[in-house]
């Protein structure tokens, strides 16, 4: 760690220890936190014997959030020709699935808004680049047809949930490890561990723990990285949004904030999973995920309008 401490030649680099960070994160009063109705939803959707009665039962519970879900099952985004009145009947129509994923996306943006005036990390890239990873995993988990994983577009949706973390409580040091991927082509997580000594991935291990998500869920965001040294148990699933989270970046989709060139060709856990399963076509893959990619820029402007709507 020392080693990588005195890396950059540039002593105004503002760096704080790891220490700071967590006192700093564990004394806020202010850490966003997610609705319970979208806690309770995400527990569902790692639960196989969960009803459609039940996900309609809880979603309903919210009225604010309720009423934003059915607007965006109402839009163009799903395009059905007759209004859906109720979250019933749009669980019946859409699934458990969908209506989850709409239920933690929606929440997941009022709980961290765009931050107007803020000259710095592009949030709207920033969740551009979740959504595309979410939907990218979850449709290589359908195309692939692993271990049934009903976590992984949540996984993708929050991977990378630490960026919005350390932008918001030091967002001058997050800067300034931007800067540093960007001058030395370095990815994020190289970059903070210069600036904080510590990494999103850690942090936003430590926000989904505070907010009980599943621990699938959390190994996703502390482990996306380094798969193989998620526990055992999730490493397949984490690799899934390992491997997406490249997919997204090399697809141009949003911007995850680093600067560095991204190809599945070299990458470990890309060899080992194209292993187990024989030939895979990376650019056929890629060109199947781009439906994905359309569908999670459709979803980013509607969530985007729900989430200006409740700031205002
Ligand atoms: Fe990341
Ligand atoms: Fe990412």
């Not at 049934?148 to 932008?167: A, M, N, P, R």
Request: charged residues 30%.
């Amino acid at each position: 760690m020392e080693e990588v401490l005195v890396v950059s030649k540039d002593p105004s680099v503002r760096r704080i220890t790891a220490e700071e960070v967590w006192a700093k994160l564990k004394s806020a009063q202010d850490v966003p936190t997610l609705p319970k109705v979208a806690n309770k939803v995400v527990r569902m959707a790692v639960d196989p014997n969960v009803s459609l009665r039940e996900v309609a039962r809880v979603v309903e519970s919210d009225p604010a959030l309720a009423f934003k879900i059915l607007k965006v099952v109402n839009s163009a985004f799903y395009g059905f020709s007759r209004e859906i009145g109720s979250i019933s009947l749009a669980v019946s129509i859409l699934g458990t699935r969908e209506v989850i994923l709409l239920t933690l996306g929606v929440s997941v943006f009022s709980a961290f808004p765009p931050v107007p005036g803020k000259p710095s990390f592009d949030r709207e890239a920033f969740w551009r680049h979740s959504i595309g990873c979410g939907a990218i995993a979850r449709a290589l988990e359908e195309r692939f047809r692993k271990g049934g994983y009903d976590e992984l577009f949540s996984g993708g949706l929050l991977h990378d949930i630490g960026k919005v973390l350390l932008d918001q409580y030091f967002h001058f040091e997050f800067l300034e490890a931007l800067d540093i991927s960007w001058r030395e082509r370095i990815p994020m997580e190289e970059a903070e561990l210069k600036v904080f000594g510590t990494t999103h991935e850690e942090v936003g291990g430590w926000l989904a723990e505070r907010w009980q998500l599943p621990e699938g869920l959390v190994a996703c965001i502390r482990y996306h990285h380094r798969p193989f040294e998620a526990p055992p148990e999730y490493r397949e699933e984490v690799g899934f949004v390992h491997i997406a989270d490249i997919l997204t970046k090399a697809s141009g989709v949003g911007l995850g904030g680093d600067n560095v060139g991204f190809s599945l060709m070299h990458d470990a856990v890309w060899k080992k999973f194209a292993e187990d399963l024989g030939e895979v076509d990376i650019e056929r893959l890629t060109f199947e995920m781009e439906d994905e990619i359309e569908k999670a820029e459709a979803f980013m402007e509607l969530s985007k309008d729900t989430s200006k709507e409740e700031n205002c």
